[in-house]
T-cell receptor
Framework: SQKIEQNSEALNIQEGKTATLTCNYTNYSPAYLQWYRQDPGRGPVFLLLIRENEKEKRKERLKVTFDTTLKQSLFHITASQPADSATYLCALGGMDSSYKLIFGSGTRLLVRP | GAVVSQHPSRVICKSGTSVKIECRSLDFQATTMFWYRQFPKQSLMLMATSNEGSKATYEQGVEKDKFLINHASLTLSTLTVTSAHPEDSSFYIC?????????????FGNGTRLTVT
């Protein structure tokens, strides 16, 4: 069956450390993958896009990797801050030439001051 | 830019009544909008794809007669939950495709918390 797995347990880290979140998928062949941030009671906000032919993308303190062999994406936040505390969602796209995104259930990140 | 406004943010209705949720793209035109549903601590589940001027495409298992979608203009899509029941209580979120290119990010509204009593 098709699955997108993100760690359901919250990731709790100290301010200043690097947070690493994982997105694994099974029986999908995405052309691209996106990461979103969601705060409680709000809609998700787009962060980064990485295509299947790209291994790594960076934006300020954020870094995303995409390994189509392992069927995995890693999302890193360096020099984490309490304001980074939120739920982070990965989303797979481009499976059937449509615009649809299929979302993982997200991982909650807590950054302690 | 790329702001999506969704109203209402919260609504409480009685079982058997209908509720309309509006999703507007404020500063761009959105030929394609998506409606998602989210239960607590769960993933966003795609309900339907809404295309301006044509019928919505519903995902498997979503009742099209219960969740009516209208996308009458390039800036407005509506979702009407008809004859709502307590099991329809959920967080409904709309999103709009940005520039319409293949891997464009989605711009989300802030969701509507529906409670059916």
């Amino acid at each position: 069956s098709q699955k997108i797995e993100q760690n359901s347990e919250a990731l709790n880290i100290q301010e200043g450390k690097t947070a690493t979140l994982t997105c694994n998928y099974t029986n999908y062949s995405p052309a691209y993958l996106q990461w979103y941030r969601q705060d409680p009671g709000r809609g998700p906000v787009f962060l980064l896009l990485i295509r299947e032919n790209e291994k790594e993308k960076r934006k300020e303190r954020l870094k995303v990797t995409f390994d189509t062999t392992l069927k995995q994406s890693l999302f890193h936040i360096t020099a984490s801050q309490p304001a980074d505390s939120a739920t982070y969602l990965c989303a797979l796209g481009g499976m059937d030439s449509s615009y649809k995104l299929i979302f993982g259930s997200g991982t909650r990140l807590l950054v302690r001051p | 830019g790329a702001v999506v406004s969704q109203h209402p943010s919260r609504v409480i209705c009685k079982s058997g009544t209908s509720v309309k949720i509006e999703c507007r793209s404020l500063d761009f035109q959105a030929t394609t909008m998506f409606w998602y549903r989210q239960f607590p601590k769960q993933s966003l589940m795609l309900m339907a794809t809404s295309n301006e001027g044509s019928k919505a495409t519903y995902e498997q298992g979503v009742e099209k007669d219960k969740f009516l979608i209208n996308h009458a203009s390039l800036t407005l899509s509506t979702l009407t939950v008809t004859s709502a029941h307590p099991e329809d209580s959920s967080f409904y979120i709309c999103s709009a495709l940005g520039d319409g290119s293949y891997n464009s990010p989605l711009h989300f509204g802030n969701g509507t918390r529906l409670t059916v009593t």
